[in-house]
C-alpha cells in the first residue's frame, strides 16, 4: 500500500481521500480550511499542517483545488520537497495553460505528472465511481492506474500533458450549449401548447437526443429522475457551468479558434446565474429561459 499526499479536500477532495484510506492507502491530507482537516481527521485521513508536509514523504501526490492560480502556488510549495521519482496527479479542473506549466515544472522536479480531471460529481466521488480524463505520458497513467481505479469508474487518456483537461472543457462547453437548446426546446414547446411528456418522447427518441434530454432532462417529471426533480438542487451548480464554460473560452482565445456557441453559452449561464441563482443546477436555466419574451 502506497503513501499518498491529498491537498485539496473539500466538496470532491474529502470523499475521493477517503475511498484511498479505505482500499488501505495511507494518506496524508492538507487542506487551506481548519474545519475541513477536522473533518478529515475522523475519516482517518493523516492530517498535515502545511502542503509541504502532505507531499514530503508521498509516492503518489493528488490535487484537487479550485483553479490554475492556486494549483500552481502549491506547487511552488511541494515541489522542492515532493521525493523524486513520485508521481503528480492534479484532479483539479484548470486552464489548459496552467496544466502545461504544471508538467512543466514537474518534470524540471524530476517528478511524473498527469493531468486527471474527472467528471461525475460530488456523487461520483462518494460512490467512486468518477470518470478521468487523462492528459500525460502513457508510464505516468499506468502508474496512475491503481488510484484512480478506486476513486473512478473510468478512465480515458486524452493525450500528452494538459490532453486532459482540454477533453474537460471542449465537453462542459458542448453541455452548456446543449442544455441551452434543450430548455429552449421545450420553453417553445409550451408556448405552442405541447404537452412536455409528448416532446420529451419525440426529442428522446429523435435527431435532437442527447444527454441534456434522455438522462438529465431538465423538466420536471419528465425522463430519468434528474435535478428538474428535485428543485433544481446541483448536480452541478450553474457556478461550476460559468468557471468550465469560461475556461473553455480562455482556450478559444488561446487557441484562436472560433467558437460562437460555446461564447453565446457562457453570456447566457452568466446572464441567468445574475438575475437567477448561481447555486442553482445548470439545467435551472430552463426557469429562467422560460420567463424570456420574443424582444
Ligand atoms: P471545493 O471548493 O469544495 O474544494 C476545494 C478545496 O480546496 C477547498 O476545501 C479549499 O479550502 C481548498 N483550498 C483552496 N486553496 C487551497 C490551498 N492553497 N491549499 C490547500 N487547499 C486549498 O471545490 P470542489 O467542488 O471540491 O472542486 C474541486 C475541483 O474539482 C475544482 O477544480 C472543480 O472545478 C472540479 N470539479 C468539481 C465538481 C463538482 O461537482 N463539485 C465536478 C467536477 C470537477
Redesign the pocket.
Known amino acids: 500500500m502506497a503513501t499518498i499526499g491529498f491537498?485539496?479536500?473539500?466538496?470532491?477532495?474529502l470523499p475521493m481521500a477517503k475511498n484511498l484510506v479505505k482500499a488501505g492507502h495511507e494518506v496524508l491530507g492538507?487542506?487551506?480550511?481548519p474545519d475541513?482537516l477536522h473533518e478529515a481527521k475522523l475519516a482517518d485521513i493523516i492530517t498535515c499542517a502545511t502542503?509541504a508536509d502532505a507531499a514530503a514523504e508521498a509516492e503518489a501526490l493528488i490535487t484537487?483545488?479550485?483553479?490554475g492560480e492556486?494549483l500552481l502556488?502549491?506547487m511552488e510549495e511541494v515541489l522542492p520537497v515532493t521525493p523524486k521519482g513520485a508521481l503528480l496527479i492534479d484532479?483539479?479542473?484548470?486552464d489548459v495553460d496552467s496544466a502545461k506549466t504544471f508538467h512543466s515544472q514537474a518534470k524540471a522536479a524530476g517528478l511524473g505528472s498527469i493531468d486527471a480531471?474527472?467528471?461525475?460529481?460530488?456523487g461520483g466521488a462518494e460512490g467512486g465511481t468518477l470518470t478521468f480524463m487523462i492528459g500525460g505520458s502513457e508510464t505516468d497513467c499506468k502508474r496512475a492506474n491503481p488510484y484512480l481505479h478506486i476513486m473512478g469508474a473510468k478512465q480515458v487518456r486524452c493525450g500528452e500533458g494538459s490532453a486532459g483537461q482540454a477533453a474537460k472543457i471542449c465537453n462542459n462547453m458542448l453541455l452548456a450549449t446543449t442544455m441551452i437548446g434543450v430548455g429552449e426546446a421545450f420553453s417553445l414547446g409550451k408556448k405552442l401548447g405541447l404537452d412536455p411528456q409528448a416532446l420529451y418522447d419525440v426529442m428522446s427518441t429523435s435527431s435532437g437526443s442527447c444527454w441534456s434530454i434522455n438522462t438529465y432532462c431538465p423538466v420536471p417529471g419528465v425522463g430519468p429522475t434528474s435535478p428538474a426533480d428535485n428543485d433544481y438542487k446541483?448536480g452541478?451548480?450553474s457556478s461550476?457551468m460559468i468557471?468550465?464554460a469560461s475556461l473553455a473560452q480562455v482556450a478559444a482565445d488561446s487557441s484562436g479558434q472560433a467558437t460562437p456557441m460555446g461564447s453565446r453559452a457562457l453570456e447566457l449561464y452568466k446572464e441567468f446565474a445574475a438575475q437567477s441563482d448561481e447555486d442553482m443546477d445548470f439545467s435551472g436555466i430552463i426557469t429562467w429561459l422560460e420567463t424570456l419574451n420574443r424582444g
Open positions: 491537498i485539496g479536500l473539500g466538496n470532491m477532495g492538507f487542506d487551506a480550511s475541513i502542503a484537487m483545488l479550485p483553479n492556486i502556488s502549491v484532479c483539479s479542473t484548470v480531471p474527472v467528471s461525475g460529481g460530488i446541483p452541478f451548480a461550476l468557471k468550465d
